[in-house]
């Protein structure tokens, strides 16, 4: 899935880059190299014609290209810590869309078991009718009921393809090789209400390696090369400069012979635009809000994993519910009705509730599930502990 999803393709170009701007941090400045006619008497009284040819190397001072080399290797470890933490929410929605899926076929399963149950019914109905138990309405009655569930598991199948595509959407590019074709699911959530974790252990866990975390620690080494450079940019450089000259041989009355002449200058600017430190301060402001953002992430963090991890308590609480007496007890009052039905112990309308009754109580518990399941994913998104399977 994650070679083919193409947001994290995007993701991973951000790595990129950054590793390019490391190439463009190590450039030196280029040397100029100017050349062209120095001199040349239109007064025609013998002086004479001189070329120049001139190379200008700056000299950079102060640290800016090591500044520079640092700032572009802090953005490469924050970028990589972004991808980190794309990869970590990329993980926790698909496992969403894999649970969504999961519970959308338990969910067709049981419209299925139950429209066979009142088809059964309406077969009993037909038998009944013919031995003079019961009257035509109520076989009618049963053959609706019938058909309106049949309503339900055509949606339910309906439901159970739309959750498939949504999970085979985070393939990405791979997906439309699998849209046309059933798709084939295994897992079992009845599997994860009964986790038991500390609090204490997964916090300190996710301090250690939430990468969202990692991320807002690497911006304030970031911020601090920053600084760094905007320090070494008030340093002034300076411009070394050699040049060649060629005075042409002047015939006449005042001849003079061909003639070389090398010279050497320096440079200096007048730093008059260092009295505003506007760059220096922005430095200095954007790494005391990068410290602040990350204290705050780690206050987030623990946070965070503390409410997963109580949803996901009450999540399993609530599941156990179903399966200690609510489960059983909503199939014994159907099978019981049922029997009492056939022998004209109960009512049409008896046995029709108590069938209603074990769909919702059965719906009911597979939303439970689910929920179970997707506050485990919440867990282990905000512990960053993937070691928990489904």
């Known amino acids: 899935m994650a070679n083919g999803n193409l947001e994290l393709v995007a993701q991973r170009a951000n790595v990129s880059i950054a590793q390019a701007q490391l190439g463009i941090?190590?450039?030196?400045?280029d040397?100029?190299?100017?050349?062209?006619?120095?001199?040349?008497?239109?007064?025609?009284?013998?002086?004479?014609?001189?070329?120049?040819?001139?190379?200008?190397?700056?000299?950079?001072?102060?640290?800016?290209?090591?500044?520079?080399?640092?700032?572009?290797?802090?953005?490469?470890?924050?970028?990589?810590?972004?991808?980190?933490?794309?990869?970590?929410?990329?993980?926790?929605?698909?496992?969403h869309a894999y649970i969504d899926s999961l519970r959308a076929r338990l969910v067709v399963e049981r419209k299925r078991r139950t429209l066979a149950s009142l088809e059964s019914l309406v077969a009993v109905n037909v038998q009944r009718l013919k031995a003079g138990d019961i009257g035509e309405v109520l076989l009618v009655q049963s053959r609706v009921e019938a058909a309106q569930f049949r309503a339900q598991v055509v949606s339910a199948d309906g439901e159970v393809r739309a959750a498939d595509l949504a999970l085979l959407q985070q393939m990405g590019a791979a997906a439309t090789a699998h849209m046309r074709r059933a798709v084939e699911l295994g897992g079992d959530l009845r599997t994860v209400a009964d986790r038991k974790f500390q609090a204490e252990t997964l916090v300190a866990f996710a301090l250690g390696h939430r990468p969202d975390l990692r991320?807002?620690?690497?911006?304030?080494?970031l911020a601090h090369t920053v600084v760094?450079?905007?320090?070494?940019?008030?340093?002034?450089?300076?411009?070394?400069?050699?040049?060649?000259q060629h005075n042409f041989p002047v015939s006449g009355a005042t001849q003079m012979p061909a003639s070389d002449f090398l010279g050497g200058t320096l440079s200096v600017p007048l730093p008059f635009s260092r009295i505003y430190r506007g760059d220096l301060d922005a430095a200095h402001t954007s790494e005391a809000q990068s410290e602040t953002l990350a204290r705050a992430a780690e206050i987030h963090v623990e946070v965070e994993v503390?409410?997963?991890?109580?949803?996901?308590?009450?999540?399993?609480?609530?599941v156990k519910l179903y399966t200690q007496d609510v489960l059983s007890d909503a199939d014994k009052v159907l099978e019981k009705t049922l029997y009492n039905y056939q022998r004209g112990g109960a009512t049409l309308v008896e046995v029709l509730v108590a069938q209603r009754t074990v769909?919702?109580?059965?719906?009911?518990?597979?939303?439970?599930?689910?929920?179970?399941?997707?506050?485990?994913?919440?867990?282990?998104?905000?512990?960053?502990?993937?070691?928990?399977?489904l």
């Open 215 to 221: 991320s807002a620690k690497k911006r304030v080494a």
């Open 228 to 244: 760094d450079l905007a320090r070494a940019n008030r340093v002034i450089d300076v411009t070394l400069g050699a040049t060649w």
């Open 306 to 318: 503390r409410q997963a991890l109580a949803r996901y308590e009450a999540a399993s609480a609530r």
């Open 31 to 95: 040397p100029v190299i100017t050349g062209g006619l120095f001199q040349y008497d239109v007064t025609q009284k013998g002086n004479p014609t001189a070329t120049v040819v001139q190379l200008g190397v700056p000299v950079q001072l102060g640290g800016k290209r090591g500044a520079r080399v640092a700032v572009a290797e802090s953005g490469i470890s924050v970028a990589e810590a972004d991808l980190d933490d794309f990869l970590r929410l990329l993980r926790s929605s698909a496992a």
């Open 359 to 389: 769909d919702d109580v059965y719906l009911s518990y597979y939303d439970a599930l689910a929920d179970s399941a997707h506050t485990l994913v919440g867990l282990q998104q905000a512990a960053a502990y993937w070691d928990l399977e």
């Open 25 to 29: 941090a190590k450039i030196f400045p």
